[in-house]
């Protein structure tokens, strides 16, 4: 005797999921700003799914459900308007084979690199390779360590932009994630990303460093609205 087959995922559930997976979407619900008709028949057309009425629902109970939360958005805000934006120029990436022996050099030059605390020099280890996040000027002394078998590539006139946070960013989910949506929708590509403890460090492009500094420093420090004049 075979088992009934399952039944498929409802039209509630399609379109939760349809949403969940498209932030700005989500965005729009939680400002209030979207045309529900519009919205369903959009999903409609990206699911298969037939009944307009059903996903219209669907996309109110979610809203409802949005206001029902915790404000985490008002929390996100709250960290990264408390944390702190610095920028390094003349930076560099290098990615290298993930290989022990290679990584013991690296620590060991890092040592002798890093007796000045001034000094960038950061290393992120992966399953199948090694980034290495350096300033230019020890660029050489890291390349040495690596040496020419194990680097794959080298990227250099780069700059990074790291948000210093208070340590509540470890108890708040989002927060990195509405710093990199806020540099995906200005259009700007970040190379490398790296989150340590309270730190979030984004790698640009020399091109993309003012404009990047732009978009990050008016979330971390928003201008104060003015006061009209008398």
């Known amino acids: 005797m075979t088992n009934p087959q399952a039944p498929g995922p409802t039209a509630a559930e399609i379109t939760r999921r349809y949403i969940e997976d498209h932030p700005s979407v989500r965005d729009c619900l939680g400002y209030n700003i ?31 459900q949005m206001r029902a939360a915790p404000a985490l958005e008002a929390r996100v805000l709250e960290v990264v308007k408390a944390s702190r934006l610095e920028v390094r120029t003349r930076v560099a990436i290098v990615t290298a084979r993930n290989d022990w022996d290679m990584l013991g050099n690296v620590l060991e030059t890092g040592r002798t690199l890093l007796k000045d605390r001034r000094h960038l020099l950061q290393l992120l ?8 996040l350096c300033e230019e000027d020890l660029l050489e002394a890291v390349l040495g360590a690596v040496g020419r078998r194990g680097t794959i590539r080298v990227n250099r006139h780069l700059s990074a932009l790291t948000v210093r946070s208070p340590e509540v960013i470890v108890e708040t989910p ?21 989150s340590v403890y309270t730190d979030s460090t984004f790698v640009v492009g020399e091109q993309d460093v003012l404009h990047a500094f732009e978009v990050l420093s008016g979330i971390v420090h928003p201008a104060s609205p003015t006061e009209p004049s008398d």
Do not use: D, H, W
């Open 125 to 132: 280890q992966g399953p199948g390779a090694l980034t290495i």
């Open 174 to 194: 989002g927060v990195l994630a509405f710093l990199s949506s806020a540099l995906f929708r200005a259009g700007i590509n970040s190379l490398e990303l790296m």
């Open 34 to 64: 979207v045309n529900f008709t519009s919205l369903a028949r959009k999903i409609r057309s990206e699911t298969g799914l037939a009944n307009q009425e059903a996903v219209e629902v669907a996309c109110r109970r979610y809203q409802r």
